[in-house]
């Protein structure tokens, strides 16, 4: 069964109201079949890989679609950005259908993969782009100039593709993606084979883009990226979303509350385990090892008046208070409270998919286009 906010956002799109209109992308009803085994015959069992997905992406947002392996997040990525064709269901990019109008959609494309000249230079490579993309002649060196900067590659500027690391190639792949501030940006696991100073260049950028206008989808392996970057997140599992919102929405929704970690001074666990059941109702004793206590406390909890029983929120301050007064009398020396993961909430609700059929048609039959020539 779908998840109300799933529903409600079936419910937003097929309405068609003023939210979707003024969105940047609306992907409605999205279906996508593969044909079973290898028989020209039209009895051929079908595998549902995208089982009518819904979702809207408004402008200056970046949209994180995840899932495990199998999910149907690849096959959905590639409906997006026209590499296949879905079996039905429209996706609308500012107002146009994308099955139906092939040009002019402003769009980038940082693939998985990279697809670049290796005989070209850094700077040769964005220039060619750059004249895909339309470019007026006279903007192309001082806009290459810029993305040169922007992306860290002014050592490299003169230098063969061919030459360059993996690391520096996903720059340039990213690079070419933004060329000429297009209106909608698709990356595809855009900071695979960056080290981590790169990585959180390369966030930045995603930011600054979002901050003047660009709007982004993104598909990656790291939460922390996913945490950083995305304003709104849906998480596949079975080619349909388990769950769709911003991060703080999700941790509310399906988070198992606040995770605290004490670190006892001494050999007290025993004792500092009691006072700590006593002080704050609700907690939960997880672990411990050594003299480090894990626990839990719900974001709410029960409240009874005598006759009534009541659900309250948690009050934080309380918690921080109490564990602040152990620490001052040295029965602690440190704690730390920190909210549910956006990991721990993948794992929860999409796991390991058993069948990765779904992936395995994708690359049976995925096509070795290289972004300067895919259809959008």
């Known amino acids: 069964q779908f998840d109300e906010d799933v529903r409600r956002e079936r419910q937003l799109i097929l309405h068609d109201n003023e939210t979707t209109k003024s969105s940047v992308i609306v992907v409605g009803d999205l279906v996508k079949e593969f044909k079973e085994g290898k028989s020209k015959s039209n009895d051929k069992s079908t595998y549902l890989a995208v089982n009518h997905l819904n979702f809207h992406v408004q402008k200056r947002a970046c949209f994180g679609l995840l899932g495990a392996n199998g999910a149907g997040k690849t096959t959905t990525f590639r409906m997006l950005v026209n590499d296949i064709k879905s079996t039905s269901g429209k996706i609308i ?27 070209l230079t850094v700077l040769e490579t964005l220039t060619l782009f750059a004249k895909l993309k339309g470019v007026e002649a006279s903007e192309i060196s001082e806009m290459c100039n810029n993305i040169v900067n922007i992306f860290g590659l002014e050592t490299y500027e003169n230098r063969r593709v061919q030459k360059l690391s993996g690391g520096n190639k996903r720059k340039v792949s990213a690079a070419l993606a933004f060329m000429a501030n297009p209106a909608l940006v698709f990356l595809d696991e855009p900071t695979t084979g960056l080290d981590a100073a790169a990585k959180r260049k390369l966030w930045k950028v995603i930011r600054a883009a979002r901050d003047v206008g660009l709007t982004i989808i ?60 006593t002080d704050i109702p609700g907690i939960e004793i997880q672990d411990q090892h050594n003299e480090v206590l894990f626990c839990n406390v719900p974001f709410s909890h029960s409240s009874t008046d005598g006759r009534n029983t009541t659900q309250l929120p948690y009050n934080l301050a309380h918690v921080f208070e109490i564990l602040n007064k152990k620490k001052e009398q040295k029965i602690i020396e440190s704690y730390s409270v920190t909210q549910t993961t956006l990991e721990q909430i993948f794992v929860q609700l999409a796991g390991e ?24």
């Not at 990019?93 to 993969?113: A, V």
């Not at 990765?356 to 286009?369: E, G, R």
């Open 353 to 376: 998919d058993e069948d990765i059929l779904s992936d395995q048609k994708d690359n049976n039959n995925k096509q070795t286009i290289p972004p300067m020539t895919t259809r959008l």
């Open 218 to 277: 993104m598909t990656s392996h790291s939460m922390e990226e996913c945490e950083a970057l995305c304003t709104k997140i849906g998480i596949m599992k079975m080619g349909q979303f388990m769950c769709l919102g911003n991060l703080q929405h999700l941790r509310n929704r399906f988070g198992n509350g606040y995770a605290i970690k004490v670190k006892v001074v001494g050999d007290n666990l025993d004792n500092i385990k009691a006072q700590l059941m």
């Open 93 to 119: 990019i500012n107002g146009r259908n994308i099955n139906q109008t092939k040009r002019d959609l402003e769009i980038g494309f940082c693939p998985q993969f990279d697809w670049l000249l290796h005989d």
